[in-house]
């Protein structure tokens, strides 16, 4: 599966942005989808994922109750909705994709990786 992200930008903080990863090739129901995310001089952590079948979500404790996840079978497209960004959320975004049936958050159990969106959240 191929995997696109876009959606990121420059926003100030307290805004909101919706980032979007496309798939072709497979269908992205039949993955586990991950977001990560790697800011300068750090690892690439994760962020939030969404199960195959059931659509459970996940999220970092750092994103919890600002971000969500949700996926569009029909267009077959996993989007991440920040809101109240923050300055700390500055980083390039990555979706991935999971061939594992349980849900993971480890960035070695991801099997196909976006190319990446840049987030700026300015003070």
């Known amino acids: 599966v191929q995997l696109q992200a876009s959606g990121g930008g420059l926003v100030q903080a307290g805004g909101s942005l919706r980032l979007s990863c496309a798939a072709s090739?497979?269908?992205?129901?039949?993955?586990?989808m991950g977001w990560f995310r790697q800011a300068p001089g750090k690892e690439r952590d994760f962020v939030a994922l969404i199960s195959r079948s059931t659509g459970n979500t996940f999220f970092a404790d750092s994103v919890k109750g600002r971000f969500t996840i949700s996926r569009d079978s029909a267009k077959n497209t996993v989007y991440l909705q920040m809101n109240s960004l923050k300055p700390e959320d500055t980083a390039v975004y990555y979706c991935?994709?999971?061939?594992?049936?349980?849900?993971?958050?480890?960035?070695?159990?991801?099997?196909?990786w976006g190319q990446g969106t840049l987030v700026t959240v300015s003070s």
């Open positions: 991935a994709a999971s061939s594992r049936t349980i849900a993971t958050t480890r960035r070695d159990h991801y099997d196909y």
């Open positions: 090739g497979r269908t992205l129901s039949s993955y586990v």
